[in-house]
Nanobody
Framework: QLQLVESGGGLVQPGGSLTLSCAAS????????IGWFRQAPGKEREGVSC????????YYSDSVKGRFTLSRGDAENTMSLQMNSLRLEDTAVYYC??????????????WGQGAQVTVSS
């Protein structure tokens, strides 16, 4: 059973940076697709980024393209979401998710518990 745990959330000023980490246990991630989603209060969950670890293809939503980068983390079986030039509207709970396969157009089976990111001056 794959388990995901996010870390690295917090409070940051507009224009600042944060790195979220997603640590996986139970299975190795090599044949999985990793996605990051976020949900702000009163809003629907939004797909932010996705990385296929099989073929290396990535996806970013228009709202974060050019500011966020999803990659393998430094530690084994971890993923990192580097978030730069943060804006007030990036405030949300961020979730890491995983699914077996190579396409980001999948239903994600495994979810982390979420990490709060608050952008505020």
């Amino acid at each position: 059973q794959l388990q995901l745990v996010e870390s690295g959330g917090g409070l940051v000023q507009p224009g600042g940076s944060l790195t979220l980490s997603c640590a996986a246990s139970g299975l190795t991630l090599d044949n999985y697709v990793i996605g990051w989603f976020r949900q702000a209060p009163g809003k629907e969950r939004e797909g932010v980024s996705c990385l296929s670890l099989r073929d290396g293809s990535t996806y970013y939503s228009d709202s974060v393209k050019g500011r966020f980068t999803l990659s393998r983390g430094d530690a084994e079986n971890t993923m990192s979401l580097q978030m730069n030039s943060l804006r007030l509207e990036d405030t949300a709970v961020y979730y890491c998710a995983a699914a077996w396969g190579s396409s980001c157009a999948v239903e994600f089976d495994y979810w982390g518990q979420g990490a709060q990111v608050t952008v505020s001056s």
